[in-house]
């Protein structure tokens, strides 16, 4: 799954894994990378999981992901 986010989804989650009592999932949610609608002006990706469980475990792993990615992208300070 966290492949799939890699891919598709912008980091960070946009909110904690919120309960849809409609579908009975936990739905975690992200804005979708790349303009694959045109006609969307936000695209969402909503990822369902049976448990609070399964959902809070990929929310915090995409978390990590973001942080990783937040130290690869700042500048190494230069030695004078």
Not at 23 to 43: I, M, Q, R
Not at 48 to 68: G, V
Request: aromatic share 10%; with cysteine; hydrophobic share 30%.
């Amino acid at each position: 799954m966290i492949d799939y986010i890699k891919i598709n989804c912008v980091l960070p989650p946009l909110e904690k894994p919120l309960y849809d009592e409609d579908s009975d999932t936990w739905d975690v949610y992200f804005e979708e990378k790349g303009n694959w609608h045109p006609t969307l002006e936000d695209s969402l990706i909503c990822l369902p999981f049976e448990t609070q469980d399964e959902a809070t475990q990929i929310f915090n792993q995409s978390m990590r992901l973001h942080d990783e990615q937040l130290k690869e992208s700042e500048p190494t300070a230069k030695a004078s």
